[in-house]
């Protein structure tokens, strides 16, 4: 076992939790469960422990593995498992994301969703590394409760889902979330948000309802975690 790399073919769970998440819902992808020597005997670590034989899952102690690959000293419990990929349920809603660029918001972002029960995200590349330890923690292990597929261009997803009814987040829109009324939300959606540095393309006002959450004039903008909580909410309701 090394540090994570990107161009790996397997990564890492970092904390009880996530391990967690991970076991339980990829149980078929997990290759060991890493245990350090000063994690103390708990009623959850017990029953981490029970699940993995139950699955039939290697349990390793090994101390200077864990050592070697995690970023923070506090981690005691490190999940290995193979990188999947999961394919988006048709006519369901979802959320689109176009080259987000910063796991811990990827992260917070997947969480939410699955939160508001959107179980199925679409990612346009270049973005973020969805399997990076670093989205995986802000997920809290959300990630392996949901599907993500990564897209080449938003052309390639729109092939897949043109029954989609889209809405397109973005400052430019001329028309406010606040205002949509239930007839407005039409089923199934697209949540359509762009990088965080620089939003969707102008492009985006042809595809679809573009959408603005309208705030004070005393910042600039939402970052992107919250503009998605906010529109999951408001058509959530």
């Known amino acids: 076992m090394e540090k994570y790399k990107k161009e790996m073919d397997y990564s890492y769970t970092f904390g009880i ?119 995986i923690r802000a997920s809290m292990g959300a990630i392996f409760s949901v599907n993500i597929k990564i897209y080449n261009s938003f052309y390639d997803f729109q092939n897949q889902f043109s029954n989609n009814n889209y809405y397109s987040f973005m400052l430019q829109a001329t028309k406010s979330l606040q205002s949509l009324t239930k007839e407005d939300k039409k ?19 042809d595809i679809g309802q573009s959408i603005i959450i309208k705030h004070s004039k005393n910042i600039d903008s939402l970052n992107l975690p919250i503009s998605v909580s906010i529109a999951l909410y408001e058509f959530s309701k």
Request: hydrophobic share 40%.
């Open 17 to 135: 939790f996530p391990t967690f998440e991970l076991i339980n819902n990829k149980p078929e992808c997990v290759i060991k469960i890493m245990i350090h020597e000063k994690l103390k005997i708990t009623d959850d670590t017990k029953k981490l422990i029970s699940i993995c034989k139950e699955k039939h899952i290697e349990i390793e102690y090994c101390t200077k593995q864990i050592e070697k690959i995690v970023d923070k000293e506090n981690t005691l419990i490190v999940g290995v498992f193979k990188k999947y990929t999961s394919v988006l349920q048709q006519n369901s809603n979802n959320v689109v994301l176009v080259n987000p660029s910063d796991m811990g918001n990827l992260g917070t972002i997947i969480r939410t969703c699955l939160g508001f029960n959107i179980k199925n995200i679409a990612i346009i590349a270049p973005c973020a590394d969805i399997f990076n330890p670093k989205t």
């Open 187 to 205: 089923l199934p959606f697209s949540l359509i948000f762009g990088n965080e540095g620089s939003g969707l393309d102008k492009n985006f006002l």
